[in-house]
């Protein structure tokens, strides 16, 4: 096993609150056979607490006929990946992304068309539930993807002719990152994610580097880490387009899979930008139209970037 696999492995198996474990070990219950991990990240690993917030999972399955028959979710689940689910155990409730083994894999990797999954298990996770062994191998093999994308599509995007620390390429990936994103945020956002647990990104970066220098290695190519930053900065024009019109779409489809997501959408940009947004009858009606219609509002005011 390679340096970064056995760092994510390490950080994956780091034990959780019993009552996130009993939560994953139900949401992996819904599914049977098909359940292969179950993933808790997100603001509620990062302070550890519970109670009163909205915990995030992701759920891998083996594909989404096994997880869903022959429901249209498979379908859905396939186009727009993943579907959002609102969930609740023992007094806590989260909301739970679901992925196959597949496109866990691949969403985490640089080819991937928007930020959303690799951006978020470059950040610390943990493997809370899985059916075994193999798929906690896969678990691993998927995210090791993660932060060796970030790296790559941030390094050229660092200020040139200036020093740069490992926290500071962290900093900007994760800057990058959010503003692909039809996120509500507070500036400092990407900084605080690094901020919260400085020495584990510290003990990633270097890792990271050195994967990075042993995959050109491993493919005969020269070590370039460095790629043309004209290049790079189209793609992430590409991935800011793709990641603000994606969000509507999943927007669009949690109106048919996730109640009361208007509720939670208002919930999310209230705390993290700061603003007392309220939710009115006629936008629970038709979800779709009132959360569109927040939109230029919240955009107006900086709400949402």
């Given at each position: 096993m390679s340096e970064l696999k056995s760092l994510i492995a390490q950080e994956l198996a780091q034990p959780v609150d019993k009552r996130v474990a009993a939560f994953?070990?139900?949401?992996?219950?819904q599914?049977?056979?098909?359940?292969?991990?179950?993933?808790?990240?997100?603001?509620?690993?990062?302070?550890?607490?519970?109670?009163?917030?909205?915990?995030?999972?992701?759920l891998i399955v083996s594909g989404y006929e096994a997880a869903y028959g022959k429901s249209w979710l498979v379908g859905a689940n396939r186009r727009l990946p993943p579907n959002v689910f609102p969930a609740e155990h023992d007094g806590l409730i989260a909301k739970v992304a679901v992925l196959s083994e597949d496109d866990f894999y691949r969403l985490n990797r640089i080819t991937a068309s928007a930020v959303s999954v690799w951006a978020r298990f470059a950040q610390p996770s943990r493997l809370v539930w899985q059916a075994d062994e193999?798929?906690?191998n896969q678990a691993v093999e998927a995210i090791e993807g993660a932060a060796i994308t970030l790296f790559d599509m941030?390094?050229?995007?660092?200020?040139?002719g200036a020093e740069h620390s490992i926290e500071d390429l962290w900093k900007r990936g994760f800057e990058l990152t959010y503003g692909a994103e039809l996120r509500a945020e507070r500036k400092d956002r990407?900084?605080?994610?690094?901020?919260?647990?400085?020495?584990?990104?510290?003990r990633f970066g270097p890792v990271v580097v050195a994967a990075i220098a042993e995959r050109n290695r491993t493919q005969g190519k020269p070590l370039k880490i460095i790629a043309s930053r004209d290049a790079v900065e189209k793609r992430w024009r590409q991935l800011r387009r793709n990641g603000k019109l994606l969000t509507l779409a999943r927007l669009a489809k949690a109106s048919a899979t996730y109640a009361g997501g208007i509720d939670y959408l208002a919930w999310?940009?209230?705390?993290?930008?700061?603003t007392d947004y309220e939710i009115r009858p006629w936008q629970r009606k038709w979800p779709i139209l009132g959360a569109l219609t927040m939109l230029p509002r919240l955009i107006a005011g900086g709400a949402i970037k």
């Open positions: 994953a070990a139900s949401i992996a219950a599914y049977g056979e098909a359940s292969r991990s179950v993933l808790f990240y997100g603001s509620c690993l990062r302070t550890t607490e519970l109670d009163g917030q909205m915990l995030d999972f992701y193999t798929a906690q941030s390094f050229p995007m660092m200020d040139i990407s900084d605080s994610v690094v901020d919260a647990d400085p020495e584990r990104y510290a999310k940009i209230n705390r993290h930008a700061g």
